[in-house]
């Protein structure tokens, strides 16, 4: 499923125009975004969790040469899902 595909899901069983799905859809995203850049996490129940997590800088390979190489910190996010997101995989 790609967003547009995801609008029109939004679309239909909101109710909703495909232009204020979009706009809805949009908004979610970027307060999600907004919200991880600032470093909080948000959580969804029933659905899961993003957090912010910190990778320390360490030594790696390249897998072309073998010659190592260091790779810098960074902050990545992480998704943790929920009993009914799972249980609905399941």
Same mark, same amino acid.
């Given at each position: 499923?790609?967003?547009? #595909? +995801?609008?029109?899901? =939004?679309?239909?069983?909101?109710? +909703? *125009? %495909?232009?204020? /799905?979009?706009? %809805?859809?949009?908004?979610?995203? #970027?307060?999600?975004?907004?919200?991880?850049? $600032?470093? &909080? #996490? =948000?959580? +969804?129940?029933?659905?899961?969790?993003?957090?912010? @997590?910190?990778? *320390? %800088?360490?030594?790696?390979?390249?897998?072309?040469?073998?010659?190592?190489?260091? =790779? %810098?910190? *960074?902050?990545?996010?992480?998704? $943790? /899902?929920?009993? @009914?997101?799972? &249980?609905?995989?399941?």
């Amino acid at each position: 499923m790609n967003k547009t #595909d +995801l609008v029109n899901h =939004i679309k239909n069983t909101a109710g +909703l *125009s %495909a232009a204020a /799905a979009n706009k %809805a859809l949009d908004a979610v995203l #970027d307060t999600i975004q907004k919200t991880l850049g $600032r470093g &909080e #996490d =948000i959580t +969804l129940t029933g659905f899961g969790s993003f957090a912010v @997590t910190t990778r *320390s %800088a360490r030594q790696g390979r390249n897998p072309k040469t073998g010659q190592a190489i260091s =790779i %810098a910190a *960074s902050r990545q996010v992480r998704f $943790r /899902a929920g009993k @009914t997101l799972k &249980e609905a995989v399941a």
